[in-house]
């Protein structure tokens, strides 16, 4: 698959256990700094004996700060990485957004790989170009759109998923049936949804959106359905990103098709969730007191509409 933007081709490679010819997929005459987190690097590691360069951070978002990046960037300093050279991101959707980020600064731009290693990284976060970091607290509060020059997308990556990241993944896939595809939530709720081919047509979604709406400015703004009040859930409880958006997309929605959804794949809904306004009320889609929002007419369609802060003033 390739998505065409306004100044790049990205390919996109979906091919189960290419992990194990990984190195195949590179230039033996590029310098490549492999950027992970420690468990998939002690995981699969083994698999890039070609790369001699490689900086770890801990997992989760702890590591997605702007004091990392400036980390990673004077390591690639104290190292003497050229404009020539190129970053490969290996990890979930913390790592992508921050390999890309210091691959958009680094020298004002090098070029850089995303191989993501989570459901939420392989559908969602790898493709489209943004990339950044969180600030005080608040997500991706400062970041770029940069596309890698390939993304490699190995369902087998999975296996190894601790559960609750299965279930954060999970939810990222209910975001699009819900908005694109209701057969996809049929299939979770029947037990009959294969993953290697729901991630393909999560994936033929992504792009479809993205390079419609390059830089979200219109359509693409479908994709923060339950992003509102799932950033505040997960910056304020903690909760795995996914997660915190499956419970986003029903408290935006009240759709009871979405909450039998989740439910089908774990979802717990004897949770309330209080004090979230002072999270929502930094969201940077907010626009003085107005933000875009997403009306999920019914499972497969969904419109944008203008809202106002205010309507979230008692979560």
Same mark, same amino acid.
């Given at each position: 698959?390739?998505?065409?933007?306004?100044?790049?081709? %990205?390919?996109?490679?979906?091919?189960?256990?290419?992990?194990?010819?990984?190195?195949?997929?590179?230039?033996?005459?590029?310098?490549?700094?492999?950027?992970?987190?420690?468990?998939?690097?002690?995981?699969?590691?083994?698999?890039?004996?070609?790369?001699?360069?490689? +900086?770890?951070?801990?997992?989760?978002?702890?590591?997605?700060?702007?004091?990392?990046?400036?980390?990673?960037?004077?390591?690639?300093?104290?190292?003497?990485?050229?404009?020539?050279?190129?970053?490969?991101?290996?990890?979930?959707?913390?790592?992508?957004?921050?390999?890309?980020?210091?691959?958009?600064?680094? =020298?004002?731009?090098?070029?850089?790989?995303?191989?993501?290693?989570?459901?939420?990284?392989?559908?969602?976060?790898?493709?489209?170009? =943004?990339?950044?970091?969180?600030?005080?607290? +608040?997500?991706?509060?400062?970041?770029?759109?940069?596309?890698?020059?390939?993304?490699? %997308?190995?369902?087998?990556?999975?296996?190894?998923?601790?559960?609750?990241?299965?279930?954060?993944?999970?939810?990222? #896939?209910?975001?699009?049936?819900?908005?694109?595809?209701?057969?996809?939530?049929?299939?979770?709720?029947?037990?009959?949804?294969?993953?290697?081919?729901?991630?393909?047509?999560?994936?033929?979604?992504?792009?479809?959106?993205?390079?419609?709406?390059?830089?979200?400015?219109? =359509?693409?703004?479908?994709?923060?359905?339950?992003?509102?009040?799932?950033?505040?859930?997960?910056?304020?409880?903690?909760?795995?990103?996914?997660?915190?958006?499956?419970?986003?997309?029903?408290?935006?929605?009240?759709?009871?098709?979405?909450?039998?959804?989740?439910?089908?794949?774990?979802?717990?809904?004897? #949770?309330?969730?209080?004090?979230? +306004?002072?999270?929502?009320?930094?969201?940077?889609?907010?626009?003085?007191?107005?933000?875009?929002?997403?009306?999920? =007419?019914?499972?497969?369609?969904?419109?944008?509409?203008?809202?106002?802060?205010?309507?979230?003033?008692?979560?």
């Amino acid at each position: 698959m390739r998505a065409n933007y306004q100044n790049k081709t %990205v390919e996109i490679i979906v091919r189960d256990d290419c992990i194990k010819s990984i190195t195949s997929y590179f230039n033996e005459n590029i310098r490549y700094l492999l950027i992970a987190d420690e468990r998939v690097h002690s995981l699969y590691g083994q698999y890039f004996p070609t790369i001699e360069d490689f +900086y770890l951070v801990k997992p989760g978002e702890g590591s997605k700060t702007i004091e990392e990046a400036l980390k990673i960037i004077k390591f690639m300093l104290d190292n003497n990485f050229q404009k020539e050279d190129q970053i490969i991101a290996f990890g979930g959707g913390v790592v992508g957004d921050l390999a890309g980020f210091v691959a958009s600064v680094y =020298k004002r731009g090098i070029k850089y790989i995303n191989i993501p290693t989570t459901i939420i990284a392989q559908v969602d976060s790898s493709i489209g170009g =943004k990339v950044g970091v969180n600030f005080e607290g +608040y997500k991706n509060q400062i970041g770029t759109f940069y596309h890698p020059e390939m993304i490699i %997308v190995d369902p087998s990556l999975l296996k190894t998923l601790p559960e609750q990241e299965i279930l954060s993944g999970f939810g990222e #896939i209910v975001k699009y049936g819900a908005l694109f595809d209701r057969q996809i939530c049929t299939d979770i709720m029947k037990e009959r949804f294969d993953i290697s081919r729901g991630i393909y047509r999560c994936i033929e979604f992504k792009i479809k959106i993205t390079e419609i709406d390059e830089f979200d400015t219109g =359509k693409r703004q479908l994709l923060n359905f339950g992003h509102t009040i799932g950033h505040a859930i997960e910056a304020k409880y903690k909760l795995a990103h996914g997660i915190a958006i499956g419970y986003g997309m029903y408290l935006e929605s009240k759709n009871e098709e979405i909450k039998k959804t989740l439910e089908a794949i774990g979802f717990n809904f004897n #949770i309330e969730f209080k004090g979230l +306004y002072p999270y929502i009320a930094k969201d940077k889609k907010i626009h003085g007191n107005k933000i875009t929002l997403i009306d999920l =007419k019914e499972l497969g369609r969904a419109d944008l509409r203008e809202g106002y802060i205010n309507e979230f003033i008692h979560q």
